[in-house]
């Protein structure tokens, strides 16, 4: 049971993973990874949202009427989402701040109702729980490398620290604005499909 | 040249299967090809063959993009020493032109072909010759005083991005050298747009400018509403104004117009529709005349600004443009129209050609599609009476 458990949580970081190749939550992706710290919180936002809401929705799966089950799904996520807001409120504001509208809407999060219908409406609580966690680190792994990318070439810092010497910047360096910019995060996201296909030949469709 | 051909057979063996630089075979083909026609022959059916192939007709490109290169060497220089209020003869000009130009040259060339060399032998293609071109035509589409290492990254950016992903030359959805301008127009406004970047020295604070003198370009002072400053229409048609390296000279780009439709190798559909879309736009523009901006006359925009760059070289890529001859013309119109409208309605981009070129060369395959669709129907019809 064990080995199927870390399968659980192992997959969705490279074979499965939901934004390279479940290709969910693209949107959020693209709006909050200009720098480090934001995307992190989402991502861990994210992370244990889905993992809670995976769990209770499968919990109650069996109860769920068929058909009102994504207004009983909505509820469920809409509930920890206010949760993981009050508490992002409470001890990080600045974050909280920058992330603005983004945490609210992680209710409509692809990644969220996919997993909740495609895994949690069929399992048990336990694989759900391990499931939602694997795929909110598939998740934050997609957006630690974009904003990695996009803050080092966009404002030369790091989790908000100078990282390129201001030597360069007197040679004639300069920061890519286009790194700033939400296309650049796309052209991203198709480089590292991109590197991850090549990889595992797989994944490569017809 | 028979001693060439001689030396390439005596080496050849060494590049084929097997031989000792094997792994450097596409890199032997692409120069092999670039010095003589390949000798194929047509082993089935009935061809006509034509000595022209996709090396010849780059080549030809490359030729008719010469005539405003060389204008706009000589105009950095007479633009530099006008600046700095100094005379100097016609030589030194063109020497100090070609002291700033040429740097840019070998860079796009250099990254560029570097990139599609590796690319043809990680894929094991042969090198295409798209990039002859495309490479010639980035450092004119600059201004002078860009940095050569962005040169370099815009250069790797656009043909990897905007070329290798889709697969190497023919395949690309957008123009190659257009998506390199617009990789550094995004990424490094400062060298792209502004005052002082047209002019060489000019971005310098230590260089003596003379009193009064601005390195605007007419379209920054139309976009400024200084329309009293705007150069005479002399002026920008022979091209002795500030501006990216070879857009200037309005008479060298319709040189090489000339060449590119003697040749049949342009599309004069989307050249001439292109330029009836832009009278048209401004035509309506007039007719509101809402601002200043409005009211100037075609003549005078067609003048400034890269837009006739664009129509000639940048919009007639045989790659990226519509296929089918219904498709140039709307194509072409909607160019002009969209470079126009984003040159006069938007503030924020005093030139509207890149970008009116980039968004058509998304829409060209859906607009080939309705045309091809358009036919079909047509005929359908016809039968089914």
């Known amino acids: 049971m064990a080995n199927k458990y870390t399968s659980l949580l192992t997959k969705p970081i490279n074979l499965e993973n939901p934004i390279t190749v479940q290709v969910l939550g693209i949107c959020s992706s693209l709006a909050v990874t200009v720098q480090m710290k934001p995307a992190l919180v989402m991502g861990v936002s994210v992370m244990i949202v889905t993992a809670f809401s995976n769990a209770i929705i499968s919990s109650l799966r069996n109860t769920i009427p068929n058909r009102i089950r994504i207004i009983v799904q909505l509820v469920v996520v809409a509930a920890l989402v206010i949760i993981v807001d009050q508490i992002l409120k409470a001890y990080v504001y600045d974050v909280s701040k920058q992330l603005s509208v983004f945490v609210g809407l992680i209710i409509t999060n692809c990644i969220l109702m996919g997993r909740l219908e495609a895994f949690a409406m069929s399992n048990k609580p336990w694989p759900s729980f391990i499931d939602g966690i694997g795929n909110g680190l598939g998740y934050t792994l997609i957006l630690a490398i974009i904003s990695f990318t996009r803050e080092l070439l966009g404002s030369g810092t790091i989790w908000g620290y100078k990282v390129i010497p201001p030597v360069f910047y007197q040679l004639g360096y300069e920061n890519n604005g286009l790194m700033i910019l939400p296309p650049m995060a796309l052209i991203i996201i198709g480089i590292i499909i991109w590197i991850q296909r090549s990889r595992n030949k797989q994944l490569i469709e017809n | ?385």
């Not at chain 2, 090809?33 to 490109?61: E, Q, Y």
């Not at chain 2, 004069?268 to 879309?277: E, F």
């Not at chain 2, 030139?351 to 079909?376: R, T």
């Open chain 2, 1 to 385: 040249m028979d001693f060439l051909r001689k030396y390439l057979d005596k080496i050849k063996p060494n590049f084929e299967e097997g031989g000792k630089f094997s792994k450097l075979r596409s890199t032997f083909d692409a120069f092999e090809t670039f010095l003589f026609v390949p000798n194929k022959v047509t082993n089935r059916g009935a061809h006509v063959r034509d000595s022209i192939d996709l090396k010849r007709t780059m080549s030809i490109v490359v030729i008719s993009l010469i005539p405003a290169l060389l204008f706009g060497i000589w105009n950095v220089g007479f633009q530099h020493f006008r600046a700095i209020g100094e005379t100097v003869g016609f030589w030194e000009m063109s020497w100090f032109g070609f002291l700033k130009v040429f740097p840019i040259i070998v860079v796009s060339y250099v990254s560029g072909l570097g990139v599609e060399f590796i690319f043809a032998q990680i894929r094991k293609h042969e090198v295409n010759e798209g990039f002859l071109v495309s490479g010639m035509l980035i450092p004119m589409i600059m201004p002078v005083d860009v940095p050569l290492w962005m040169v370099a990254v815009a250069t790797i950016f656009a043909v990897i991005i905007g070329k290798e992903v889709f697969g190497g030359t023919g395949m690309n959805i957008f123009n190659p050298a257009l998506l390199a301008r617009a990789f550094i127009f995004f990424a490094y406004p400062s060298k792209m747009s502004g005052d002082f970047v047209w002019i060489s020295g000019l971005s310098d604070t230590s260089t003596k400018v003379v009193d009064g003198f601005s390195g605007a370009t007419p379209l920054a002072l139309a976009a400024q509403n200084q329309f009293e400053k705007i150069p005479s229409l002399m002026e920008m048609f022979i091209g002795t104004i500030p501006g990216s390296i070879g857009e200037t000279s309005k008479l060298a780009i319709l040189i090489g117009a000339a060449i590119l439709i003697i040749t049949g190798i342009a599309s004069l559909r989307i050249m001439l529709s292109a330029i009836v879309g832009a009278v048209l736009m401004i035509l309506t523009f007039n007719l509101v005349g809402a601002n200043q901006y409005m009211m100037v006359s075609p003549l005078q925009q067609l003048m400034m600004g890269g837009f006739l760059f664009g129509v000639v070289f940048m919009a007639t890529d045989p790659v990226s443009s519509t296929q089918t001859a219904t498709g140039k013309i709307i194509y072409g119109f909607l160019i002009g129209v969209m470079s126009m409208l984003i040159r006069v309605v938007n503030p924020a981009y005093p030139e509207g050609m890149m970008l009116a070129i980039l968004l058509l060369n998304s829409f060209a395959p859906l607009i080939d599609y309705y045309v091809v669709q358009a036919n079909v129907n047509r005929r359908l019809k016809r039968t089914a009476k």
